[in-house]
């Protein structure tokens, strides 16, 4: 081929490439368009987050695997943090998430501080009083974490020993277990962290609370601490909302059924919560009743 040929095949074939290129009306070309922002009712909480262009979410900062700041990053991350983006995407505004320890989250609706709470927090009665919680999104079960080299290897042995145990001010954990080991003396602290800190210091034998939380505070030192006993509650999670909020359950509610429904609940579940339990799982129904435990027998 001569040398003349191969210049002009070349241009040609660089025109073909910039004509290609701007052949945008052509149908059966993809073109990359920016997606459109949702649109929302007037009046909606949706449109008034929407005009915002933020949603504010209090999530754990020392819960590993569900809400947790990694100091590495200094951003908060887990199961619960993937489930607030998705709300925010879902809405077309930023996240800003901030730190809600179990006593604050109620407050922090009322207050008027977030406007969504995912933060491990169990819906039942007591709560909906004051507040309003989306479908169930995760389903936990309360247990204890105690010192493999201890006496204690259950609720019972908690309760008969008199044991010292430590729970977070303001969770359910901390109710369920004055009602299974009544004997037993509760310290609280304002998040697990820092009972796991007084289990590892020998001024508590244990720590309950659930048992996805346990698994995720085992981890630092598995040789150790070990979960005993057998689940004593059943916690289902739900995102928290203020009571009067136009459409935003029914919102939050449309973006958990669709993560249950297209296969993204089980992908984050396998992210976050799979290689601590070693189980694998399915989404949970949505509408599973919070159980509380027996007093001992
Ligand atoms: N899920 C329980 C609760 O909502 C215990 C975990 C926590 O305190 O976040 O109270």
Redesign the pocket.
Known sequence: MGRRLIKILAVLAVLAMIMGACQTDDPSVETEEPEAAPSFEPGSYMAELQERGKIVIGV?YD?PQFGFLNPATNQPEGFDVDLGNLVGEALGVDVEFVEAI?ANRIPFLTEDKVDLII????INEERKQQIDFSIVYYV?QQRLLVRKDGNIKSVSDLNSQKGTVCS?K????EKNIRIAAPDANVVLQDGYSQCFQLLQNRQADAVT??DV?LVGLLKNDPDQFQIAGEPFSK?P?GMGIKKGREGFKEFVDGVISEAKSDGTWVVLYNKWVQPVTGESATPPPDDVEAEAPAPPA
């Open positions: 754990k819960v179990s933060s491990t927090m169990t936990a977070a303001g969770s359910t954990s609370t659930d939380i916690e999670y």
